[in-house]
């Protein structure tokens, strides 16, 4: 991956304004209904919610300042005063949910009108400073409008064997998915404006298939699709340049959106809770 820092990148003193993507999938949040709260990231982990943990690391990092936490819905916000205690600061500021996550990034990004730019999910339970810091270092330092950042699939298993991770499968790698996204430039909009379509286009597999390119999407079956002529084709579809940078950090695959994640979670924060507490830890 390409790792000369453009002329404008301004490292470490650069602070970047940042997304949180908080909204509801049509139909609500399976988590949020087993759980009993009203959206999903109201979920309980360890005994800090989701979105506090997540709010408590953008906090603690070096690289961010202010930002806007797209979702949930009003009506939620209005009805919890633990939303509105975690607002209470000003640093970050609510803003209402679009018609899916990529819609929503983009509203909040224009509104606010900064680039570099990070955007992350608040159901990111286990995210902390430190990997938010790790990703931002490695994102501005490259030559890219979009950054995303990916977790080796050997990495991932090797953390969390029995756990169930979705994966893109390379011929030189499998990643994990870390819901950490770096908008280098107002043209890496365009990235998100095209998986706005491809999120469309959803629950109609076959036009994905017709918009990605039958070849392309037979050899990533095959297992002979490079990441890096992934990434070349998405840049040219999403017409700016998308990189990856890899975060060999396990826990930064892992999100919160089903209970058997809530329960991976939760038994690492409690046993790191427990290291932590102990007198050798003091």
């Known amino acids: 991956m390409p790792s000369v820092p453009p002329p404008d990148a301004d490292l470490p003193d650069a602070k970047l304004d940042f997304v949180i993507l908080a909204g509801e ?8 209904r087993a759980m009993g709260v009203a959206a999903g990231v109201l979920v309980d982990v360890a005994g800090q919610t989701a979105i506090a943990r997540v709010f408590a690391a953008l906090r603690a990092s070096t690289f961010t300042a202010n930002g806007v936490l797209c979702g949930p819905l009003q009506s939620i916000v209005a009805d919890s005063t633990h939303l509105q205690a975690l607002l209470a600061p000003g640093d970050i500021r609510w803003l209402a949910p679009a018609s899916g996550p990529a819609a929503s990034a983009v509203a909040a990004l224009e509104q606010q009108g900064s680039y570099p730019a990070l955007v992350t999910t608040a159901d990111h339970a286990l995210l902390t400073g ?55 430039s107002e043209r890496g909009l365009k990235a998100l404006l095209f998986w706005r379509h491809v999120e469309s286009l ?4 076959w036009k994905i298939a017709r918009h990605l390119g039958l070849f392309t999407l037979l050899r990533y079956q095959l297992g002979r699709l490079r990441s890096a002529d992934a990434f070349a084709l998405l840049s040219r579809k999403a017409g700016c ?25 939760e038994q690492l924060l409690l046993r790191e809770q427990q290291a932590d507490s102990t007198p050798a830890a003091r």
């Not at 990856?244 to 809530?262: E, G, H, P």
């Open 202 to 205: 959803r629950k109609r597999p």
């Open 130 to 184: 430190a990997i938010i810091d790790a990703f931002c270092e490695r994102a501005l330092a490259q030559d890219a409008d979009f950054v995303v950042g990916l977790v080796p699939y050997d990495c991932v298993r090797a953390a969390f064997p029995e756990s169930k991770r979705t994966v893109l499968r390379f011929s030189d790698g499998g990643y994990c998915g870390s819901n950490l996204f770096c908008v280098r």
């Open 25 to 32: 999938r049509p139909g609500g949040s399976p988590l949020a």
């Open 241 to 265: 340049k998308v990189l990856f940078v890899q975060l060999a950090i396990a826990r930064a695959a892992v999100d919160v959106d089903s209970v058997a994640d809530r329960e991976l979670a």
